[in-house]
């Protein structure tokens, strides 16, 4: 079975940010490194603000077929550059890569396990893996050479 090389998954931007189809291609990019078989059409929707609620960098919700996700050019203390804000946004694709694979569902449930809310951020297993691998794909996808 063969990738459609990213082309199955339709990225729609509301707000302004610039470089756009750069910005595609990096989503196209991390969505096949970590789902090389899937074929089926998913949708990823990218919202900037000025800020995102909580002072959170950026934030992501979803399901199997579609993904939201928000990402701040700034918080209360700080703008962000494009590179910053692509950092975030590889956090983010890493939970849109669990919400399409049914790793994490929007009740906190994952894989089949559900998580105390309460428990704390760094400790939760999909946090985990972001924080972890977020480097690289920024680093892989976005900052190549």
Known sequence: MNSLNGYNIHVEFVGRIAQKK??????????????PRMRRL??????TVD???HEY?????????SVEIEIARGSEEDEFDIDEMM??????LIHAKQFLRGDLSANLRWTERKMALYEQYMSQP??????????????KYWKKP
């Not at 750069?22 to 789902?35: A, K, L, N, Y």
């Not at 998913?42 to 919202?47: F, N, Q, R």
């Not at 960098?57 to 077929?65: K, V």
């Open 51 to 53: 800020k995102c609620q």
């Open 22 to 35: 750069r910005i595609i291609q990096f989503v196209r990019d991390t969505i096949t490194h970590f789902m």
């Open 87 to 92: 950092l975030n946004l590889a956090h983010e």
């Open 57 to 65: 960098f950026a934030l992501c919700w979803g399901n199997r077929n």
């Open 126 to 139: 999909w946090e985990r893996e972001a924080y972890n691998k977020e480097g690289d794909i920024y680093e």
């Open 42 to 47: 998913v949708d990823i929707e990218i919202t």
